[in-house]
């Protein structure tokens, strides 16, 4: 299972780091991702970190997110800095384990002045 948190309402320029703690699943060897999902558009993927840390953003958040994970402590984090109202949205961690997928339950982020 995964659980996100770490969302919250920030202003224009603002930062805040997601976090997401995974339960039940071979972390340290799974690819993790975070997604986010606007009302009335697709879910899409935004970052994501495989086992050995190489890492890939989508391009509207290149050079201002960040994830990254602590294998010990079993977690997925995103770092967001410089944000922009575009951003809004729920935030998601997902990964797929033996051909099963996991979403966590969603955590919302709205950029707002």
């Known amino acids: 299972q995964l659980q996100a948190s770490g969302g919250g309402l920030v202003q224009p320029g603002g930062s805040l780091r997601l976090s997401c703690s995974a339960s039940?699943?071979?972390?340290?060897?799974?690819?993790m991702s975070w997604y986010r999902q606007v009302p009335g558009k697709p879910r899409e993927p935004v970052a994501l970190i495989t086992s050995g840390g190489t890492t890939n953003y989508t391009d509207d958040v290149k050079e201002r997110f960040t994830i990254s994970r602590d294998n010990v402590r079993r977690t997925l984090y995103l770092q967001m800095n410089a944000l922009k109202p575009d951003d809004t949205a729920v935030y998601y961690c997902?990964?797929?384990?033996?051909?099963?997928?996991?979403w966590g339950q969603g955590t919302l982020v709205t950029v707002s002045a």
């Open positions: 997902y990964t797929n384990s033996r051909s099963r997928n996991f």
């Open positions: 039940g699943l071979n972390f340290k060897l799974n690819t």
